[in-house]
């Protein structure tokens, strides 16, 4: 099945630092999402992006689907940032179900 | 409000027991999942369904059994709880099962504590 890999694993970055969040990945996707995961638990879709490049607000991704990678650029980062950041992908074709894929996450902690 | 909603948000029980959580989605989603998280925070397939067919993970134990009464519903229930099924588990829904799939959307979780 696919492989995903984010990196770096933990990153602890000041206030209005920025930061980039890296996702492989294994085999040809037609579905990327970026995800925040809160303090709370709850699980916010950041982005929809099987490539190319999105923006909302401070936070950007670009997805380069034929090397197999996406970055999530979080600038001017704010202590409501902190949380787990994850990359998940999933490859559908014809009728078949091909579910969402996740990686093991970056846990972004920002300081005041 | 639009969205994918889960109940209860916390579930506290004994082992076991046979217990519920619901799900239902708003969207007009056609496909409807559960994921389960673990302790260290690893999100992973349980069961994909959608109106033709059930997907359901080799690995999940047989005494998880989805069970969906129409499309906006996809309930998980559990029998002979064990403590292993603690976890967090999360239902998400989508539009399409193949390249025309947008993205999903996930509920709030439900943070199943079996003691």
């Known amino acids: 099945g696919i492989q995903v890999e984010q990196s770096p694993p933990d990153l602890i970055l000041q206030e209005g630092a920025n930061s980039t969040l890296r996702c492989n990945f294994s085999?040809?996707?037609?579905?990327l999402q970026w995800f925040h995961q809160n303090p709370w638990g709850q699980l916010i879709n950041l982005f929809y992006?099987?490539?190319g490049t999105k923006q909302n607000g401070r936070l950007s991704a670009t997805t380069v689907a034929t090397e197999r990678y996406s970055l999530l650029y979080i600038s001017s980062s704010q202590t409501t940032d902190s949380g787990v950041y994850f990359c998940a992908v999933a490859f559908f074709y014809g009728g078949s179900q091909g579910n969402l894929i996740f990686g093991k996450g970056t846990k972004l902690s920002v300081k005041p | 409000d639009t969205a994918v909603s889960q109940t209860p948000k916390y579930l506290v029980t004994q082992m076991g027991n046979d217990k519920s959580i619901k799900c239902e989605q708003n969207?007009?989603?056609?496909?409807m999942y559960w994921y389960k998280q673990d302790s260290k925070k690893f999100l992973k397939i349980m069961f994909s369904y959608n109106n033709k067919e059930l997907i359901i993970n080799e690995t999940v134990p047989n005494r998880f059994s989805p069970k969906s009464p129409d499309k906006a519903h996809l309930n998980l229930h559990i029998n002979s709880l064990e403590l292993g099924d603690s976890a967090v588990y999360f239902c998400?829904?989508?539009?399409?099962?193949?390249?025309?799939?947008?993205?999903?959307?996930f509920g709030s979780g439900t943070r199943l504590t079996v003691v």
């Open positions: 992006i099987p490539s």
């Open positions: 085999d040809s996707v037609n579905n």
């Open positions: 969207l007009g989603h056609d496909t």
């Open positions: 998400a829904s989508s539009q399409g099962d193949g390249p025309a799939n947008y993205g999903y959307t």
